[in-house]
T-cell receptor, first 113, second 117 residues
Framework: RKEVEQDPGPFNVPEGATVAFNCTYS??????FFWYRQDCRKEPKLLMS???SGNEDGRFTAQLNRASQYISLLIRDSKLSDSATYLC??????????????FGKGTKLSVKP | GAVVSQHPSWVICKSGTSVKIECRSL??????MFWYRQFPKQSLMLMAT?????????EQGVEKDKFLINHASLTLSTLTVTSAHPEDSSFYIC?????????????FGDGTRLSIL
């Protein structure tokens, strides 16, 4: 079983659409959770952290369900500039070490005019 | 915000060459830096964790003698791919944390695209 699984994608949506990404993780001891975006042939960039209470940043809303080991990202009113690959990332704890980021394969989003 | 600089951004070289990649934290101290590798259409995979002043911790399947890591200061870690071969061609990315807390996000360098001919 993969440690972090995401929707396979790609998602092709028109401008203004609402799009949702889902992610599940296998390690129940995981400590923290993030969504990163990665543009083609570029490094990942932090989009937002994900908290159990849910959090919102403008058009982006992230939610975490620890019981189901499920993370989501909702993008409202999508823009052309939102086109990228969205990576679900989980930080695992390892015996007192600083933790290790586990990346999902990512879901590619293409927003069309 | 926190900035991580990686150099070079693109390398093309012949098989058998050794290639050094630098990762610098520009405005913060990083006791720990991480080195990742990403093949086309694949996830980023952690190769090793670089600890300032001590030996790096390598992930299973990553040869420590092939991927030499040096973290001599709180702002610089280097990865040397020794005697690189075409199968080492990949996108190498470093990251660093500002604090020792495990729940802090990591900041990534721009990545180095390595092509071995």
């Amino acid at each position: 079983r993969k440690e972090v699984e995401q929707d396979p994608g790609p998602f092709n949506v028109p401008e203004g659409a609402t799009v949702a990404f889902n992610c599940t993780y296998s390690n129940s001891a995981s400590q923290s959770f993030f969504w990163y975006r990665q543009d083609c042939r570029k490094e990942p960039k932090l989009l937002m952290s994900v908290y159990s209470s849910g959090n919102e940043d403008g058009r982006f809303t992230a939610q975490l369900n620890r019981a189901s080991q499920y993370i989501s990202l909702l993008i409202r009113d999508s823009k052309l500039s939102d086109s990228a690959t969205y990576l679900c990332v989980v930080n695992e704890a390892r015996g007192g070490s600083q933790g290790n980021l586990i990346f999902g394969k990512g879901t590619k989003l293409s927003v069309k005019p | 915000g926190a900035v991580v600089s990686q150099h070079p951004s693109w390398v093309i070289c012949k098989s058998g060459t050794s290639v050094k990649i630098e990762c610098r934290s520009l405005d913060f101290q990083a006791t720990t830096m991480f080195w990742y590798r990403q093949f086309p259409k694949q996830s980023l995979m952690l190769m090793a964790t670089s600890n300032e002043g001590s030996k790096a911790t390598y992930e299973q399947g990553v040869e420590k003698d092939k991927f030499l890591i040096n973290h001599a200061s709180l702002t610089l870690s280097t990865l040397t791919v020794t005697s690189a071969h075409p199968e080492d061609s990949s996108f190498y990315i470093c990251s660093a944390k500002e604090a020792s807390l495990s729940n802090q996000p990591q900041h990534f360098g721009d990545g180095t695209r390595l092509s071995i001919l």
